[in-house]
């Protein structure tokens, strides 16, 4: 039998669409007859990327704060006046609807415009009732406007809001019982996300929410062992998570129990960069032990200000060690099934979605080589040209 080639590259191919679907691909040859045919000048296809954790909805910046830290202003100090993640939630719950949907479909067109099809967007800078149903309503509306498929996800337990500071216990009540039953019988996310740390939520308090996530039949993903090994890995293997994602302090039992529950992990290379951490995720254990492995932007202003998912393949080649053919598998196909979307996307073969996108390099490498270029010649969107509003 022959060798798949590097990339399942075909040369001189053809795709053909009917309707959002392909229903051939392969060598041009043999591809059939067609009512239209598009000349895309033999250019690189591959699937349309897809970007699988973002917090890509929020008001204000944090760029003041991170000109601080490099000027040598104290983690502890900013937090003392104010910044940090609540310096996120006061902007975005004093930003009415259209102020955080104008800013986030900026950055949402940028990701559009370098290959982006298929996007999840996180709640959790609310953490209130009425603006983490807002963050859901916008990232929702989003979809509508731009040319790509936004899958919303539900993290209320993102931090505990100043109010909660003194019970946080409470808090988790307020999520289970006042935030998850309307957004759930209004079908305003497509799964439950908790961040699981000693500076947000305990695994025992996780384990209440994604017990109530459950009951209403939603999907489960945690931020896990980002900052240290609080098991984590093991809480969203529990619970067939869809995936856990950072896993910078994951154990090796951690490893194995995402691999026996078939939980995808995602690994986050822009925060990496950003945060200047010092210690990756174990990717060779995790490779090991046949986890699949996705990476996403985690667009989001505090840790990982970035909207170019090239960049995040490229961050991943650099300084966590994958292939360019690793690194693009965990943008599509990996990134398809971290979003539970493996069936209809991530990859190009018949009864798939035709998403794709069409760039101006000479080899797939080049896609996650050229730092800051965006050869992007064109995306296809469910088999229409993709024309997102660049501002
Ligand atoms: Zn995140």
Avoid at 293 to 306: E, F, K, S, V, W
Wanted: charged share 20%.
């Amino acid at each position: 039998m022959a060798e798949t080639p590097p990339y399942g590259l075909v040369d001189d191919a053809a795709l053909a669409i009917d309707g959002e679907t392909i229903v051939f691909a392969g060598p041009r040859a043999q591809a059939p007859t067609a009512d239209r045919t598009l000349d895309l000048g033999g250019r690189l296809v591959t699937p349309g990327l897809i970007d699988p954790h973002t917090h890509l909805i929020y008001g204000g910046n944090r760029a003041l704060e991170w000109e601080q830290r490099l000027l040598g202003v104290g983690y502890a100090e900013i937090a003392r006046a104010g910044g940090g993640i609540l310096a996120t939630v006061r902007a975005t719950r004093a930003a009415g609807y259209e102020r955080l949907v104008e800013s986030a479909q900026l950055r949402l067109a940028t990701l559009c415009a370098h290959g982006v099809t298929t996007i999840e967007v996180k709640s959790g800078y609310g953490l209130d009732v009425e603006t983490e149903i807002r963050m859901l309503r916008i990232a929702r509306d989003l979809g509508e406007r731009l040319p790509i498929d936004v899958h919303p996800t539900f993290l209320g337990a993102h931090a505990v809001p100043p109010e909660f500071t003194a019970d946080p216990d409470a808090y988790v009540d307020l999520v289970c019982d006042e935030m998850l039953p309307p957004i759930a019988a209004e079908k305003l996310a497509d799964a439950v996300d908790a961040f699981c740390e000693t500076i947000a939520f305990t695994p025992a308090q996780i384990e209440r929410i994604f017990t109530r996530a459950a009951e209403f039949g939603l999907p489960v993903k945690l931020h896990a062992d980002q900052l240290s090994d609080g098991g984590g890995a093991e809480l969203a293997a529990r619970f067939g998570a869809l995936s856990a994602d950072h896993l910078e302090y994951t154990s090796t039992a951690g490893v194995a129990a995402l691999a026996r529950a078939g939980t995808v992990a995602v690994v986050l290379p822009g925060a990496y960069y950003f945060l200047r951490e010092q210690r990756p995720p174990p990717i060779a254990a995790l490779r090991a032990a046949k986890v699949p492995i996705a990476i996403a932007t985690d667009c989001n202003p505090g840790t990982a200000p970035l909207v170019s998912p090239l960049l995040a393949l490229n961050f991943a080649c650099t300084l966590l060690g994958f292939s360019p053919e690793q690194a693009l598998r965990a943008m599509t196909c990996e990134a398809a099934r971290a979003l539970g979307l493996r069936h209809d996307r991530g990859t190009l073969e018949p009864g798939k979605l035709a998403d794709f996108a069409v760039w101006n390099v000479e080899q797939p490498a080049e896609l996650a080589y050229a730092l800051g270029a965006n050869p992007c010649h064109a995306v296809y969107k469910r088999g229409r040209r993709a024309e997102p509003t660049q501002h």
